[in-house]
C-alpha cells in the first residue's frame, strides 16, 4: 500500500506569487517608457514623481496605503483636468472674438483703400525726398 500525501505538501505546492505594481512609468509629457520614478517620503508624507528625460516632476501629499502607482495615475489626473480646462478656456476666447466681431461694425472697404493708398503716396515722397537719401549710407559700390 502507498502512503498518503498530507495537506500540507499541497498548500505549499499551490503557493501563488504575488504580482509585483510597477514602479518605472510612462512621461505623460516626453512619453519616454519607463523613465518615471516615483519616491515616497512616509515621514514627510510627501510623495513625487520625476521624470529622468524631461525632468518634470509632481509632488502630492500621501499616507500609509499610498504606492507609486497613486502616484502616478494622480500626476496623469492632473494634466488630463489642465488640458480641459485650457480647451475651455480657448473655446470662451473663440467665442467672445465672434460676438466682438458681431457688435463691432466694420469699416467700408473703401475707407481702408484710401487709407492703404494715402500710406503709399506718403511713402513715394519721402523716397523721393533729398533728405531721404542723403541720410541713407552709401552701398559699396558707390563709394568706389
Known amino acids: 500500500m502507498a502512503k498518503r500525501r498530507s495537506r500540507t505538501s499541497k498548500l505549499i505546492k499551490t503557493k501563488k506569487v504575488e504580482s509585483k505594481l510597477e514602479e518605472a512609468f510612462t512621461c505623460p509629457f516626453c512619453n519616454h517608457d519607463k523613465s518615471v520614478s516615483c519616491t515616497l517620503d512616509t515621514k514627510l508624507k510627501i510623495g513625487e514623481a520625476q521624470c529622468w528625460v524631461c525632468k518634470e516632476s509632481y509632488a502630492t501629499t500621501i499616507h500609509h496605503l499610498t504606492e507609486p502607482i497613486d502616484i502616478y495615475s494622480e500626476w496623469v489626473d492632473e494634466c488630463e483636468k489642465v488640458d480641459k480646462s485650457e480647451e475651455l478656456r480657448d473655446d470662451d476666447h473663440r467665442h467672445s472674438k465672434k460676438r466682438r466681431a458681431i457688435l463691432r461694425p466694420t469699416p467700408p472697404l473703401s475707407t481702408a483703400v484710401d487709407l492703404y493708398s494715402e500710406w503709399l503716396d ?17 552701398s559699396k559700390k558707390r563709394r568706389a
Not at 122 to 138: F, G, N, T, V, Y
Open 122 to 138: 506718403r511713402c513715394e515722397e519721402a523716397s523721393k525726398s533729398e533728405d531721404w537719401q542723403e541720410d541713407r549710407p552709401l
